[in-house]
């Protein structure tokens, strides 16, 4: 069980006799901690967080064991970002710049500006298929929340909507967070689809309903109106690593003996940082001086 954490949770629902699925998350939480590991500027952040909230909503649709990467790869000056989630709501990230700002654009953090031209890559692993599903297309907006639902519905074949969005305080933190995703089920009439389109036309962006108190069932009762929407599990959800100091061993290790014994004699140790979360590991010169004395590639 994952404690569900203030301004972070996720509900999955139902429509329109099951042939639409739905899924809508608060991550106020999520991206706040993402921006505090990162020090990521406003709209790093918006980016960072937009990609995070689409991670943790595709998340919510897939088996167990299931895992998927989210890569944005353009020619701004943010120049990548990168989102890996296992589902069941935990989920990680990081940019390449995230001292990256823009000045606003109608009054919205420009994200498209930020990442630029380029392409979208999505990975999913499935322990039941050998190989990893890729898929790699070029961005549509570069507003994050277009070009996953352009994903969805080309390289998935599942009509889909997504509304993403991040809200920065003027101080810089977050002050609202969270996204939908809705999808039409094979077997469901692809006219729905248009429906919730029109639904979402008439409503306002997800940080202002973030804002002004909609939880994910208000944000997905507004989104399948008249669709005889079913609330289904509700589940929390965090910005989470895997990374551990055995990681970070086996890592080192990698580099080799020789790489290992010049470390210990120009800096007497080693600082080594997860680019996914930020956590700083400090391995000292006893430690160094064990790993060196490891059998050679036993990583
Ligand atoms: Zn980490």
């Keep these: 069980m994952i404690p569900r954490a203030p301004g972070a949770m996720l509900l999955s629902a139902s429509a329109a006799g ?14 706040e901690e993402a921006r505090r590991r990162h020090g990521t500027y406003p709209t790093a952040t918006a980016a960072l967080g937009r990609t995070l909230t689409a991670g943790l909503l595709i998340g919510a649709t897939m088996k167990d064991e299931e895992r998927l990467s989210i890569e944005l ?5 943010l120049r990548r970002v990168m989102v890996t ?25 420009d994200v498209a500006g930020a990442i630029g031209r380029g ?18 297309m070029e961005l549509v907006s570069g507003e994050i929340g277009h070009d996953i639902a352009h994903y969805l519905v080309t390289s998935e ?34 006219r729905l689809i248009e429906r919730i389109e029109a639904n979402i036309a008439t409503l306002p962006p997800v940080t202002t309903l973030v804002r002004d108190g909609f939880g994910p069932g208000e944000i997905l009762d507004a989104v399948l109106a008249d669709l005889d929407m079913r609330a289904g599990s509700e589940q929390g ?37 997860c680019e996914f979360c930020s956590e700083r590991y400090l391995v000292d010169r006893d430690e160094l001086t064990v790993l060196a004395a490891e059998p050679q590639g036993s990583a």
């Design 18 to 31: 099951d042939t639409v699925r739905a899924h809508a998350a608060i991550t106020t939480g999520v991206v």
């Design 237 to 273: 959800v965090q910005f989470s690593c895997p990374c551990t100091r055995e990681r970070v061993f086996g890592a080192l290790l990698l580099l080799g003996r020789a790489e290992i014994e010049d470390m210990i004699a120009r800096e007497g140790q080693a600082e080594v940082r």
């Design 119 to 136: 392409l979208l890559c999505v990975i999913r692993t499935q322990p039941w298929n050998k190989e990893p599903y890729r898929s790699i």
């Design 73 to 77: 790869v353009g020619d701004g000056p």
């Design 157 to 190: 074949q599942i009509p889909s909507a997504v509304g993403l969005g991040v809200f920065v305080n003027r101080d810089g933190d977050v002050g609202a967070a969270g996204g939908f995703l809705v999808q039409v089920l094979s077997g469901g009439e692809e």
């Design 85 to 109: 989630t296992t589902g069941l709501g935990s989920v990680r990230g990081y940019v390449a710049r995230p001292a990256t700002h823009l000045p606003s654009k109608r009054g919205k953090l």
